[in-house]
């Protein structure tokens, strides 16, 4: 039914200031928007390699970060990948349950190497070892 339909994903920050200078400045990511008026009628729109669109929206007071990985970075070395965001100030996220090494990577040997972290709306992001 939606095959040929264009989609894109999307989630909600608490500041749209705070998401366009983590995604854009931080992570460096291609970062457009509209809208008029304050933070809350603006909207970021991030494109992300190969052209898919993902839609950040501003929910303010109202916003609850998203307890699941709303996007994953495949990179092809997950310790520069982790390396450089430490260097950014960006500590790596660990969870019950999972064994870590030092850096804050997950390397088990049932899928690839990965480190969580948040966006500035408490939102987790993932880099994973492609």
């Known amino acids: 039914m939606f095959g040929s ?18 995604y854009g400045g931080v992570l460096g990511l291609p970062t457009g928007g509209e809208g ?8 970021l729109i991030l494109t992300l390699t190969g052209g898919a ?22 990179v092809d070395d997950i310790d520069a990948a982790v390396d450089a965001l430490v260097a950014k100030g960006i500590e ?3 969870y019950p ?5 030092a850096k804050g990577v997950c390397r088990d040997p049932r899928g690839p190497a990965i480190a969580w972290f948040t966006d500035p709306a408490d939102n987790v992001l993932a880099v994973l070892q492609s």
């Open 53 to 74: 669109k993902v839609f950040v929206y501003p929910k303010g007071d109202r916003h609850v970060p998203a307890s699941f990985t709303v996007l994953n970075f495949q």
């Open 36 to 43: 008029e008026g304050g933070d809350e009628r603006q909207v």
């Open 97 to 101: 349950g999972f064994e870590f090494d």
């Open 5 to 22: 339909t264009p989609a894109f994903s999307s989630f909600s920050v608490d500041d749209i200031a705070a998401a366009r200078a983590f």
């Open 92 to 94: 790596p996220r660990r």
